[in-house]
């Protein structure tokens, strides 16, 4: 129920900034100050964004988000940039020799019309590296998302993983 409270909510707020963006391209994001987890750019929504706190000397973390196309064409996430790290990169994880690896997903993360790409600690999910400070629980970082069709967005994303979050050692996967 929280999920589609929280979707609703940003989807009223969104409906509310729209009357004032007069052109429909531009980035409906929230103020910095109101520390939102989600953000909505064209015809995507990006929710739940959240990631794992890690002290910089742990080098790497790792972020999710679910992003939301109501649109009726398909998009692509291709890049994500921030302050807090040298590099972003989207990952998927598959099974090899028993082992789960993660792998840098080519090309960029489709986003089917219609459907939500779920990034989540079972899957897929934006691997932070090169930690240039401590990400510590509670606070907020800022990443920007680009896609292909829809363009870019800043999305908060809150350090900590939210309450329906299952706890999970992403450390212990092997890389590449
Ligand atoms: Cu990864």
Redesign the pocket.
Known sequence: MRILTTALTCALMAAGTSAHAGDGKKNMQHKAGMKSAHAKVGMLMISEAWAIPKAMAQKNS?AFLKIRNMGKTADRLVSISGKVAAKF?I?TMKKQNGHMM?MKVKGGLPIQAGSTASLDPSGN?I?IMGLKKDLMKGTYLALKLTFAKAGTVMVMVKVGAPKSGKPMN?GK?K?H
């Open positions: 790792v990169e990952h993660m999910h691997m992403h996967h890389h």
